[in-house]
């Protein structure tokens, strides 16, 4: 038995070990702009793979089973595609990733679409493309999934409208639900409207809330367990192993929880700073809100405040301190339809009343637009685009507004028995005793300064709000402006920088109670989605089914820090003397932390510094200084599809270029420039997303953490007695893909002013 096990011991490692099979495509009119046979040498006589070998037409069956029978029959487990683009015929190319490694060279889009065919630099550029994937391929591991058990049960923050909807979904979908409200009932703001808008086509008409069915169907389904006059104590943990500390109803509890669902809702602005539109100091001037729950109380009827008569004119103002520096910056989006809303309560209150509403612009978007029609066509409401110049109150305590009408091109006189102002919807998120405008980005809460060997470090600690995170980055999430939690809006608009926490409704944006019902759902799917993939190893958006995770070298951690304030996700905690420590499900693998550490310890299976080095290394760099050498290293996400697509188009550009894809720009390494460079190379540049305040980063600050750390290459170039301007970073968005030629052009020409690179030739 013994001589048996050691047997199957000794195939296991001869499988284990890298075969490298390259494969190399005709067709697409490779064949017919390139020397496949030179491609081929560098292949099996450079690198020696073992399998090498041309197809006409790799991605169909044919070529598929040539690879597939390779694998089978050859033990070939490293697998280099010289073909087309990365981003397409992935369902052709689908080799287990645990098993083996396929490394997808693009001499279609990247190659011949871009340059002159069977050109002597075009094939250059194919061979040096051809050359770094070899090199990638046989510098990667399979990646050894991490997978432990997890919970299961999914928590969502908040009773409204936005969380008994994410919490019904959840447990329809088969999850144990925990709602957590900090009120003593359910409903929110829906439990406290006396009618809300349309949610049923045609959308014209104002309907009942259904909120109460909601709250009954969550009462009595066995999987959602509720707990009210709760709060977050802390929450600790990583996705699939959180632990929740609750306090409900005196009682103090601690949950194991899968992911959550931040669902705390939104509170309306402080009109109290309003008082230039006469709150506060005119009886008669209400905020919407105050309106909803006056009508209620009233069971339909709208009275003025000031003496409970029946207000037959009523004024609305539009835009009551939003659209406005001082203010709320930001529309609201729903408070042009809650005024229309209104302003029906007022006609059908009173057949002979009337409702006037004042606005700088009506904002009813989608299929509300059939409601604004529809109030439009009521005999009782006046709708005009004008500017409030003046407010006052007369003896009686009616509101005389004089209004610079835009639309007749003349002021106008308005009387009315109550003035309702529009004011603004601000997120939960936010702290009570903050404002918009006190939450820019250079401000989010408390800073707090760490010492380093490298300086010292500034970062901010956000104020504990709801969640109260046990997270070395503070107990809340980070805002974007003006407060609400910070993701990737463009594309994942329910993520957070704390991954498996998940935003939905109103604390997120402005929203309608429909479009909060939307979010809801969406929200409960990528909870639902982030369990699934958690349970098997692997990473949620955007690297989604990766199941690689760093791997830290802490024999020569120096304890600097670096990665634990760079990671965009939180996933690295650290202990007393500041070695990281790591929370592996939060991990989204940016490879961020690997850009950031300077003794080059932080590395995945598949993406290492050494990796890296080592494609830029085996560059072809002729001594010829008019057949320079640039390296462009793009992001995966926008700088990658932004090419192909120029690609597509058939634009051109230098051929002096030789692309390297990185997950982000936020994995740059400043080693890799001083070693490339000292080889001689002309220069770098690096695309990559947009980074700012309207950032496009898939990994929130990789762009911006990457840009920072150029700050210092003017160090590392004065060593080598070199122009800081070799090295540039640019910002993209694939939008702009037609810019690419331009921008490859303009850095190649400006480099090329100043000479070769002194290294050629050492």
């Excluded at 939450?439 to 010292?456: A, M, N, R, S």
């Amino acid at each position: 038995m013994a001589g048996e096990n050691t047997a199957s011991e000794k195939a296991t490692e001869e499988a284990a070990k890298p075969k490298l099979g390259v494969y190399i495509c005709s067709d697409c009119g490779i064949g017919d702009s390139l020397n496949l046979e030179e491609l081929e040498k560098i292949a099996s006589g450079q690198y020696k793979a073992p399998v090498c070998k041309t197809s006409a037409f790799l991605c169909n069956q044919e070529g598929v089973d040539l690879i597939t029978s390779d694998i089978n029959n050859e033990g070939v487990n490293r697998i280099v595609i010289a073909a087309c683009s990365a981003r397409v015929n992935t369902d052709a190319f689908d080799f287990d990733p645990l098993s083996y490694y396929t490394e997808r060279v693009s001499l279609r889009e990247q190659v011949i679409w871009t340059q002159e065919p069977n050109d002597e630099n075009t094939q250059m550029m194919a061979e040096d493309q051809l050359r770094m994937g070899i090199v990638r391929a046989q510098k990667a591991k399979p990646p050894v999934p991490h997978i432990e058990p997890i919970s299961r049960t999914v928590m969502v923050i908040g009773g409204g409208t936005t969380g008994i909807n994410a919490a019904l979904e959840t447990a329809r979908a088969g999850s144990e639900v925990i709602l957590v409200e900090k009120e003593a009932e359910l409903g929110g703001w829906a439990r406290k409207m006396y009618r809300v808008l349309p949610e049923r086509a045609p959308f014209e008409q104002i309907q009942e809330s259904d909120i109460g069915d909601r709250i009954k169907e969550v009462e009595a389904n066995d999987s959602i367990r509720v707990l009210t006059s709760a709060h977050i104590d802390k929450i600790a943990g990583e996705p699939g192993k959180y632990e929740a500390t609750i306090t409900a109803g005196g009682n103090t509890t601690t949950e194991n929880l899968g992911a959550i669902i931040m669902a705390i809702g939104w509170r309306p602005y402080d009109a109290n700073k309003l008082e230039h539109l006469g709150y506060g100091k005119f009886r008669n001037v209400v905020t919407n809100v105050e309106m909803e729950e006056m009508v209620t109380a009233a069971e339909g009827k709208v009275k003025r405040p000031s003496d409970g008569q029946t207000a037959r004119r009523v004024a609305f103002l539009q835009c009551a301190g939003q659209r406005d520096p001082d203010h709320i910056p930001y529309c609201s989006t729903v408070c042009c339809l809650t005024s229309l809303k209104q302003a029906l309560y007022v006609t059908e209150s009173d057949k002979d009343a009337g409702a006037y509403i004042i606005y700088k612009d009506m904002r009813t978007p989608g299929l509300y637009e059939n409601f604004y029609k529809a109030a439009q066509d009521n005999p009782g409401v006046m709708l005009t685009k004008g500017e409030v110049l003046n407010i006052e109150e007369d003896g009686s305590g009616n509101i005389i507004m004089e209004v610079d009408n835009t639309m007749l091109g003349e002021k106008v006189r308005i009387e009315a028995d109550m003035l309702v102002l529009a004011t603004g919807m601000e997120t939960n998120m936010m702290p009570a005793d903050r404002d918009v405008n006190d939450l820019t980005p250079e401000y989010v809460g408390k800073w707090k300064e760490t010492e380093t060997q490298d300086g010292i470090i500034k970062e901010v600690i956000a104020d504990p709000v709801v969640l109260n995170l046990d997270y070395r980055q503070g107990p809340e999430m980070p805002y974007q402006s003006y407060g609400f939690p910070d993701s990737h809006f463009i594309c994942f608009p329910y993520e957070t920088r704390r991954t498996g926490i998940y935003a939905a409704g109103a604390v997120r944006a402005p929203m309608t109670g429909l479009q909060a019902i939307a979010d809801a759902s969406g929200a409960a799917l990528k909870a639902i989605q982030c369990l699934e993939l958690t349970s098997q190893g692997k990473a949620v958006h955007p690297r989604v089914g990766d199941q690689t995770f760093p791997e830290i070298n802490f024999n020569t951690c120096t304890q600097c820090r670096r990665c634990t304030v760079e990671c965009p996700f939180g996933a690295l905690d650290e202990d007393e003397k500041g070695t990281p420590k790591t929370n592996t499900y939060r991990c989204r693998r940016c490879g961020t932390c690997m850009g950031a550490c300077p003794q080059k310890i932080i590395s995945f299976n598949d993406y290492t510094i050494d990796m890296i080095a080592s494609m830029m290394k085996a560059i072809n760099v002729p001594d010829d200084t008019e057949k320079p050498r640039f390296i462009a290293l793009i992001c995966e996400n926008d700088a990658y599809p932004s090419i192909d697509i120029a690609a597509l188009n058939r634009m051109k550009f230098s051929p002096f270029f030789r692309f390297i894809t990185l997950r982000c720009l936020g994995g740059t390494n400043l080693v890799w420039v001083a070693e490339s460079l000292s080889t001689g190379v002309d220069g770098i540049i690096l695309i990559g997303c947009k980074y700012g305040d309207d950032y496009q980063c898939h990994f929130i600050k990789g762009s911006q953490m990457c840009n920072e750390r150029l700050g210092k290459v003017q160090e590392t170039l004065g060593r080598l007695m070199l122009e800081a301007e070799r090295v540039k970073q640019v910002e993209l968005a694939m939008n702009e893909w037609d810019q690419i030629p331009q921008i490859l052009d303009d850095f190649a020409e400006e480099v090329k002013g100043f000479g070769p690179n002194p290294f050629k030739g050492f």
